[in-house]
C-alpha cells in the first residue's frame, strides 16, 4: 500500500469531473470507458514512479468508494484506467528510447536504448487495478 498525497487526489478528481464531461456515465460503462480512457490520459502525464503509483492508488481507492453506490462507474473508471495504463506503457515500450543519461554531455556517443523502468511500472499498476473486485 502506497501513501497518497494530496495531489493524487486532485488528479483523480480532474479526471473524474472529465470523465462525466465526456461521457455518458449513466449509460453501460462498456460504451463510454474508452472515451474515459481519454479523458484519464493527461493525468498521468510526466508523472515519476511514486506519483504515479500514488495516483493509481487514489484510483483504486476512488473505485472501492465509488463501487456500492455507482457499480458502472466504478467499472468504467476501472476498465478506462487499465486501457490507459496499457496504452502509455505499449506506447513507450513502441516509440520512446530510454537512456538512462540522456541528458549528459552531447560529444558522448549514446549507447542503444535500454529497458525504460518505467514500463515495468505502469505495468505493475496495470496488475494492480485488475486485482480490485467490485461485486
Given at each position: ?116 523502468p518505467y514500463i515495468d511500472v505502469l505495468r505493475e499498476q496495470v496488475g494492480r487495478v485488475q486485482k480490485v473486485t467490485i461485486n
Open positions: 500500500m502506497y501513501i497518497v498525497n494530496e495531489e493524487s487526489y486532485e488528479r483523480v478528481s480532474t479526471a473524474v469531473d472529465e470523465i462525466r464531461e465526456a461521457c455518458e456515465v449513466g449509460d453501460d460503462y462498456m460504451e463510454w470507458e474508452d472515451v474515459a480512457a481519454s479523458a484519464i490520459e493527461p493525468v498521468f502525464d510526466e508523472l515519476d514512479e511514486e506519483q504515479l503509483r500514488m495516483t493509481v492508488s487514489a484510483f483504486i481507492e476512488y473505485i472501492n468508494d465509488t463501487a456500492d453506490e455507482d457499480r458502472n462507474m466504478a467499472l468504467g473508471v476501472k476498465a478506462a484506467l487499465i486501457r490507459c495504463l496499457k496504452e502509455k506503457a505499449d506506447y513507450m515500450d513502441t516509440y520512446v528510447e530510454y537512456h538512462e543519461d540522456s541528458w549528459d554531455d552531447e560529444e558522448v556517443e549514446k549507447e542503444e536504448p535500454q529497458e525504460n
